[in-house]
Structures are given as structure tokens and as C-alpha cells.
């Protein structure tokens, strides 16, 4: 008895397969829908990206600031204090937040941003200490004898070394000692800032026989005197204060004449603003 030939089946899909994408088109089409008459939560918002980035932040811990440590890139140093400008910048209004707003403040910060607002927050501080600084000195009518000068590290009271010293000698004279003890009095404005003091010479070097046998350990014992004399006529702390001899090696005018060599014999005091005294506790 001959079999009986199967039919082929049609070819193509089968016929549920079309009901079924149309089903899946319509569940599509509904999800858009419900997304586009929703709104987004902030606060929810911010609580899963703060989630994210306890998760997967690269700082320890999630933490949110490198102010505590030195964040290394391409093997260059972060500045530690790169998280105050950081933060302030990428802090929002409250009610103006947007989802997207969080990544383009961050992407939008470099580093060599964060360090020209430092420095402009420095030089800011620097201005008002030095304008402080000349009004003192206005009311103790010092303002012919000293100069003072800022940027954005510290502001800067200049010395005459033909005021303080005799030619060849690091002891202060006895006739200044009183406008030491108005710049003491001015210092002491400043007990949470570091003090610095410099002393500077001329390329003359000293005559054979004089105390000291060179430019460099004249300037030192000059600074040193200047800076024992702050550290007894002060109310600061004296590892605030710290001295140092530049002997010729940072000259502000042209040795080659009487009045350069006189304004490069001089005595600076610097006194570092708030974002560059390191160490000051």
C-alpha cells in the first residue's frame, strides 16, 4: 500500500510569531508612554548616583574629597587642596538640580582650573592682609620706611638693611629696635599664619678680616637676629617663625649702582596667607 505524502509546511515564520511581535510593539509603546508622563525624583536620584559612587568612586572608601591625601595623574601631584574648589563648583542651587548636571561639573573641572581659583583665593586673602598690614603701618607712621608687597602666596614687609644694620654687621642697632617692636605688634594679627624672614645682601662681598667671610652667612645671621627678636617680642608661636639667608642670589634692583646695592641689602617678612602656611597648627 503506497504512504500517504506529507504536506510541506508553508514557509516563512509560523503564524504566531507575527501575533506575538505585535504584542511586544504595544508593551513597547506602553512603557514609552508611562517614561514620558513621569517625572524623575532629585532626591531619589542623588541617593542612587551617592550609592554608585560608595560602590565605584575611586577614592577610598567612596570618599568624596582628596583634600586628606595627593590624588597622582600622569605622575603629576593633585593639589591637596583641589576638593575646596571642587566641591564649591560642583555644589548646585537647591531645586535646580538635573540628572545630567552631576558628570558635566565634574568632566568640567581640570586641575589646572582648580590651581588659578586657588591661587585667585590666595591672592584675594593676600590683598586684604596687606591692606591691613599699611594701615597699621600708616598709624605708626611707618609708611616711608617700609614697603609692603603681596601675591598669592603671602604678603611681604620690605626692610631697608641700611635701616637695621651697620655695613658688615648682623646685630640689629639699638635706635631701630622700636620699629621692630611695631612690626611685633603687626605680626601678632597672624598667630595661625607662618611667618617667614629672609635676609638679603648686595653682590659686595665682605672685606677680608670682618666677621663674616661671606654674603650668604651675613644674610643668614641677619634673618636669624630679626626672627629671635619676633620670637621674644611676640605672642606667637616660635615654630611659626623660620629664617633663612638669600645672601645676593634674589636681587630686586641693578647692582650696579649705589642705590640697586642699597635697596638689595634688605630684610623681608612674609607672611603666608591661610591656603600656603602648611604645617601651622
Not at 35 to 54: C, G, H, I, N, P
Request: proline residues 4%; hydrophobic residues 40%.
Amino acid at each position: 500500500m503506497a504512504r500517504r505524502k506529507q504536506e510541506e509546511a508553508p514557509k516563512g515564520s509560523p503564524a504566531w510569531m507575527s501575533t506575538f511581535s505585535d504584542l511586544m510593539n504595544l508593551l513597547l509603546c506602553f512603557f514609552v508612554l508611562l517614561f514620558s508622563m513621569s517625572t524623575v525624583d532629585a532626591e531619589k536620584f542623588e541617593m542612587v548616583v551617592q550609592s554608585l559612587q560608595q560602590s565605584f568612586s575611586i577614592l577610598p572608601s567612596g570618599g568624596a574629597t582628596i583634600g586628606d591625601g595627593e590624588l597622582i595623574s600622569s605622575g603629576v601631584s593633585m593639589l591637596d587642596k583641589f576638593d575646596v574648589y571642587f566641591n564649591s563648583s560642583s555644589a548646585l542651587p537647591e531645586g535646580d538640580y538635573e540628572p545630567e548636571d552631576e558628570v558635566t561639573a565634574t568632566q568640567s573641572i581640570t586641575a589646572e582650573e582648580a590651581e588659578q581659583a586657588l591661587d585667585a583665593q590666595g591672592l584675594t586673602e593676600s590683598e586684604q592682609m596687606a591692606e591691613q598690614v599699611s594701615r597699621l603701618l600708616e598709624s605708626y607712621g611707618l609708611q616711608d620706611d617700609v614697603e609692603v608687597e603681596f601675591n598669592e602666596q603671602y604678603t611681604l614687609i620690605n626692610l631697608n638693611g641700611a635701616l637695621l644694620f651697620n655695613a658688615g654687621e648682623a646685630e640689629v642697632r639699638q635706635e631701630v629696635l622700636p620699629v621692630l617692636e611695631k612690626i611685633a605688634v603687626i605680626l601678632n594679627n597672624y598667630s595661625n599664619n607662618l611667618i617667614e624672614i629672609e635676609g638679603h645682601t648686595d653682590n659686595v662681598p665682605p672685606a677680608a678680616g670682618e666677621t663674616y667671610a661671606s654674603n650668604d652667612i651675613l644674610s643668614m645671621y641677619r634673618a636669624l637676629n630679626v626672627a629671635n627678636y619676633m620670637r621674644e617680642h611676640t605672642t606667637l608661636n616660635p615654630a611659626h617663625i623660620k629664617s633663612s639667608g638669600r645672601g645676593d642670589y634674589a636681587p630686586i634692583a641693578d647692582n650696579s649702582t649705589a642705590e640697586g646695592r642699597a635697596r638689595n641689602r634688605r630684610v623681608e617678612i612674609k607672611i603666608y596667607n591661610s591656603l600656603n602656611s602648611d604645617g601651622i597648627e
